[in-house]
């Protein structure tokens, strides 16, 4: 299983590498002829977040991802979701806001929380009318951060897993610290009244 | 934040053409207007050595067995990267997270492609806030300032401004700390952040700190859970093998450090900790021909010291060829000899009077008054007390052997230091050595503290 595992993650490597020459090249033309083409790249992005997730998605399932845990300046990673995710949902006419309140730096996997978060900002837009909200704050030493939309909610709840809902459980689940484990809690009628999707990190 | 790139070198690293394209690609359009290529590791070397960038964007993969984390850790090891040069890793690999959150060095940043202009201007922004942050306590760690730069870090620690950082305010702590040879309260600052999270940086700094202590078996307990826990965190098994050669289980520091140096051909630091343990090992065919290795490859202009040619002599020697042993010794010019300090002459002395005693007795008997009333480190006093045994000097031999057999280093040099007298007929006589230091142990022990 290991010969799988390592050729999925080279074929994963490989068309990542290639996505970076397509994004260079596109962000080469918007240089040199005055372009906006960030969808084009934000496509080129999504794929390649698709491919991570799919191969962290085979390591989960295998049990074999391990969080690797560093110091995360948490407003600089909502910064990143922000950047990664704005324009892209404004030219939907969705509007994202952030509301960070941790100053200081916590501990987990900046990389899988990262596309985690992206995921969950994906999907609140989908249905948003008009607002997606990402929020991050400290409850005692727990990180929590918090997707919510102003759209209709999830149809049921539990909502059916795709495999975003299913990573994010289980990447939230291997965060383990001091006896405790990180957990998802999705729930309808936030403070904008649509779907709440809410990670808990120790 | 508003920083003007257009000032700043940028320099790619990456062994394939397209993907240096697209890292140029990207610099450009966050402004940069000097962009230089590395196309490979000598190269990259080259190019920084002679004209430092103000950024270096390094692809981990380069090709031909190396990695931009090896190229990182050789220019840390030359003090090639100013503290105000950005070194950003750059990878397809989501794996090389874990390298970061496991190792001791890391890059000021890592960046997972694809990545836009925009996400790579947030994270340059973000390393040089961090850089300016740190600068004052950076320029007195340069200058070995280390109670200032401590005073630094605990102003920083307490300070608003330096909530973001904390845990890397807590890590430049403990390392300073076990720099600067205070390795108790480095040990307890590896400790407090112990407490946060079991990192295994953090945790192989609490077994350096007791390597540093001579507590060897705690030492080894806490770098054996690193190793079984990160078997990708290699340092920490030059680490393990340190300890090991301490506590004289020299087969073990061999095996483990051959199992890593076959995954890191190119790493020749680890080669060189190789030979050691195989010479200490008495495997002395594979310590002359890591030695060899190392001579022939470790290409970084001034990377093979003089040191470490006379490894390369004291392989020969324990490997019974005198004559290229001497070789070695005689290709050193006279000029570079007289520049080295007491030890390292002691060392070539030494060697030079066993593998041709004509050439060396001379040197090495001028040296004897020196020899008998200095403090020398235990490689030197091994390389006396041989050269002493052979030439009859049973005075210079015995005071070396108590040396060693007192001092922390028995355990690493015990089978050696036998091994020599026995090969001169002198067992009984190194046993009555032995004897007088336990002796003179239990006395010290026995007397009341006044």
Redesign the interface.
Known sequence: MQDLLDIL?SGV??A??Q???????I??A??ERQLDLGEA?YA??AA?ERL?RT??AYRLLRQGE?A????V?V??LC??VA??QRRHLAAKHIRLSVDCQI???C?F???LVTDMLNNAVQNAARFARSEVRLSAWLDDETTVFRVIDDGPGYASLPPPFGIGLMVAERLAAIHR?RGRRGSLHLSNGGLLGGACFEVRLP | MSIDFTKKRFLVIDDQPLARDALRSIAQTVGAFAVEFATNYQDAIYRIRHNIPDIILCDYVLGDGRSGQQLLEELRRFNLLPDECIFMMVTGEQSYEQVVAAVELVPDDYIIKPFSPEKLLLRLERIIARKNFFAAYYKEKRQQEYARALSILDAQRNSEAGRPYRFEILRQQAEVLLISGDAESAEASYRNILENYDFPWARAGVARSLHKQNRLTEAREEIEQVVSKTPHFFDAVDIKASICMDQGEHAEAQKVLDEVAKKTPRNYLRKRLLAEAATLNGDMETARSTMADVIANDTMPGAISAEDRLNVARSHINGNDKISAEKVLVSLRDSEVQNFDLATQASYAALLAISSPERGKPRFAGLRPALLATEIPPTARLDILRAALGIGDHELADKQTAHLMSGDDAKRTFNTVRSQYALHGREKDFREIQRQVALKRIQHDETPAT
């Open positions: 993650a490597h490989d990542k590498n996505l970076f020459v397509a994004e260079s090249l962000a080469s918007e240089l790249r080129v992005e390649a991570s191969l962290t391990q690797s845990i560093c110091p300046i407003a600089d910064a990143e950047l990664a100053v200081d730096e501990l996997d900046r990389d610290r």
